[in-house]
């Protein structure tokens, strides 16, 4: 089925992002800190983590002072608008600059394909956010494309998939 494809590449691609083994996950020096672990990618990827013994860190008050050898930094206003959003800064930009603060740690980003377009506030942000990974060094963005899964309600391919046959797009 789609689904068994679906997750078996998801967890084959989450193996080769992190260059990892199920050994890494349950060393104890290696600990993660996920950011955005409230939304679609995140909660799953943390399901999937902590599924596999790693030991996982979601609070933000915790990050400065959290011991982490790996921070994967999904957080973010996703909401594409042409109109200017202080929410949408806050956490493009302003969190995003706290994560890459953190030198000593392997850090793997979330970007989106606006960012090659700049076409919008919210494209900005994110390719801000590749400007941050570049000056960091070191670090893994990975530019998503329409993320589409189980328990993610909004995106293109959820509204797509919610039209019938025929039925005007927009």
Do not use: W
């Not at 943390?46 to 915790?62: C, D, P, Q």
């Not at 706290?98 to 900005?124: E, G, M, V």
């Amino acid at each position: 089925s789609i689904s068994s494809i679906v997750g078996g590449l998801k967890n084959r691609c989450l193996f080769m992002i992190l260059n990892c083994s199920n050994s890494y996950f349950a060393d104890p020096k290696y600990k993660i800190f996920l950011t955005g672990s409230g939304g679609s990618i995140g909660r799953h990827l943390y399901r999937f983590l902590t599924g596999m013994g790693a030991s996982v860190e979601t609070k933000l008050e915790k990050y400065e002072s959290a011991k982490s050898s790996v921070v994967i930094h999904l957080a973010a206003v996703t909401r594409i608008s042409q109109d200017f959003n202080p929410h949408l800064f806050e956490a493009n930009i302003v969190l995003t600059n706290r994560i890459f603060q953190k030198k000593d740690a392997r850090i793997i980003y979330a970007s989106s394909c606006s960012a090659a377009h700049l076409t919008n506030p919210y494209a900005y942000t994110k390719r801000y956010s590749e400007y941050l990974g570049e000056k960091h060094g070191g670090s893994i963005g990975l530019r998503f494309f329409n993320v589409y899964g189980p328990e993610n309600n909004k995106g293109i391919v959820h509204y797509l998939i919610g039209k019938n046959d025929g039925e005007e797009l927009i």
